[in-house]
């Protein structure tokens, strides 16, 4: 499917209009006397939260390219059409998302239910096709999908997915050093990203990373920045980029704005999406370390962590979360992050979150208690 590059919303008219539209009316989403078709109207935008809301994606009844893909992913119901892998296109969906879920259920592991048919589905499928004494492709044509459909799981509980990604915490041991962790500054380029109070976006997230990295780097830790300092790679590039690092953590740096300057705090993303229960059990985990040691060691407004589906949470394979440090369109929070000390407080605050992944309970320190000289490198 063609996906219009570009950004739609209230007010915009024409062919792609048309197509959104439509694609909103089949998912039920947009019904009852909407007979203008290609006008993006007041009531496509309300569709568009509302989905946007449904599917943990950012509600702002805009259809950009990450929204556009969410839409065209959620027509396909599993059996719609032939499953197959294609390494340079990966084939997503509703109906991979239910695939894998399945799978998962039935034993048959996948590395993270996340509605894209990558080669660890494959293996997946062949798997089960071989159990089930069908020819083992790992394609997913009428003969699979029957059979999917007639087996029952045997035990429930214990989602396999995420007792992995734990096991993996574990075996990779408490020490820092020899670990690998990806830093991501949000924008860059042209994208500055928020821009409040002389300062902008793109700049604070580079600095933090670099700060970052110099800590990780004097730890033992491999740190790599996704962009250099007047970079501005797309979403998707980033999670490549990590995925080829093989890192063992993932942390995007942003700063929120806001058109209300009463905005403020400081928010951590993990992936997550309410379909089918798919969560990433680790970021979670990650997420909550890492929002909760920057509250305890500053006076910023505590916004929580959320579940997110964006691309750089979802297309990493390892635990990732993206962060909102305060908004540079408010007073308060503006002033904070202009402050060299104050960003060498959030580093410090990622860095030893970091180090919390791994350290068994009992070793474990109080939330704003472990100090950089106390890490296990
Ligand atoms: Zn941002």
Redesign the pocket.
């Known amino acids: 499917m063609e996906s219009p590059h570009g950004v739609y919303r209230i007010g915009d008219r024409g062919e792609a209009v048309a197509e959104i539209v439509g694609k909103l009316q089949r998912l039920g989403l947009l019904t009852g006397g909407h007979d203008v078709y290609d006008v993006y109207d007041e009531a496509t935008a309300h569709a568009v939260r509302g989905f946007q809301q449904q599917r943990g994606l950012m509600i702002d009844g805009i259809v950009g390219p990450q929204t556009y893909s969410a839409i065209d992913d959620a027509r396909w119901r599993l059996g719609d059409r032939l499953l197959t892998y294609v390494p340079t296109h990966p084939l997503s969906g509703d109906d991979v998302l239910a695939l894998q879920a399945k799978l998962q259920e039935l034993g048959f592991a996948v590395a993270r239910v996340d509605g894209i048919f990558a080669a660890d589905t494959q293996r997946a499928v062949t798997e089960f096709q071989r159990n089930m004494g069908l020819p083992a492709d790992g394609t997913c044509g009428p003969s699979t999908f029957k059979a999917l459909q007639r087996i029952r799981p045997m035990a429930t509980g214990g989602r396999p997915d995420a007792l992995r990604a734990r096991e993996a915490v574990r075996a990779a041991g408490p020490r820092l050093s020899g670990k690998t962790v990806v830093i991501d500054p949000?924008?860059g380029g042209f994208d500055h990203?928020?821009e409040g109070y002389g300062l902008r976006?793109?700049d604070i997230?580079y600095d933090l990373a670099s700060r970052i990295e110099g800590r990780l780097g004097a730890t033992g830790v491999r740190a790599y920045l996704s962009r250099g300092r007047d970079q501005g790679p797309d979403e998707l590039s980033r999670a490549a980029f990590a995925n080829e690092t093989d890192a063992n953590l993932c942390v995007s740096l942003?700063?929120?704005?806001s058109m209300n300057p009463e905005a403020q705090g400081v928010a951590t993303y993990f992936y997550g999406n309410d379909l089918h229960g798919a969560t990433s059990s680790v970021g979670e985990q990650f997420a909550g370390l890492v929002q909760r040691e920057i509250v305890a060691r500053t006076d910023l407004l505590d916004c929580r962590t959320h579940a997110k589906t964006w691309d750089l949470l979802r297309r990493t394979k390892m635990p990732a979360v993206r962060l909102?440090i305060g908004y540079v369109t408010n007073p308060h929070d503006s002033a904070r992050l202009a402050d060299p000390a104050f960003r060498d407080v959030v580093a410090e605050s990622i860095v030893v979150a970091i180090q919390r992944v791994y350290l068994p309970p009992e070793q474990d320190a109080a939330t704003g208690m472990l100090r950089l000289g106390q890490l296990t490198v």
């Open positions: 949000g924008h990203g928020w976006e793109s997230a942003h700063t929120d704005g909102e």
